[in-house]
C-alpha cells in the first residue's frame, strides 16, 4: 500500500522555523513530483511548494523567500523548510505525490504561527 507521513507541524511564534517531513512508501519516490499543499479554516486548498523528479522547483509567491523545498530520494522523504513564518501561515499542510495519473496524499499535519 502508498503511505505518505508527514511529521514537524507545530506551535511556532511569528518570525520562528519549522522544517516538515514527508516519509514516503509504496511507490518508486525518485519518479514522482513532491509537493506541499495547505489548506486554512474556510479556505481554499493550495499549492505551497513542489520539487520534481529532476529537481526543479516551483513556490507559492507568498512563500517565496522564506520557504524551501527539498528531496532526499534514498530516504524517500521531500522536506518543506519554513522561515521567518507569519499568522497566515497557519494551516493543515499536506503532502503530496504526483506521476501522470497516480496522486496520493498524506494525512496532514497542523502548523499554527501565533504570539
Known amino acids: 500500500q502508498v503511505q505518505l507521513v508527514e511529521s514537524g507541524g507545530g506551535l511556532v511564534q511569528p518570525g520562528g522555523s519549522l522544517r516538515l517531513s514527508c516519509a514516503a512508501s509504496?511507490?518508486?519516490?525518485?519518479?514522482?513530483?513532491m509537493g506541499w499543499y495547505r489548506q486554512a479554516p474556510g479556505k481554499q486548498r493550495e499549492l505551497v511548494a513542489a520539487?520534481?523528479?529532476?529537481?526543479?522547483?516551483n513556490y507559492a509567491d507568498s512563500v517565496k523567500g522564506r520557504f524551501t523545498i527539498s528531496r532526499d530520494n534514498a530516504k524517500n522523504t521531500v522536506y518543506l523548510q519554513m522561515n521567518n513564518l507569519k499568522p497566515e501561515d497557519t494551516a493543515v499542510y499536506y503532502c503530496?505525490?504526483?506521476?501522470?495519473?497516480?496522486?496520493?496524499w498524506g494525512q496532514g499535519t497542523q502548523v499554527t504561527v501565533s504570539s
Open positions: 503530496n505525490a504526483d506521476f501522470n495519473v497516480r496522486r496520493y
Open positions: 509504496g511507490i518508486i519516490f525518485s519518479i514522482y513530483t
Open positions: 520539487i520534481t523528479s529532476g529537481g526543479r522547483t
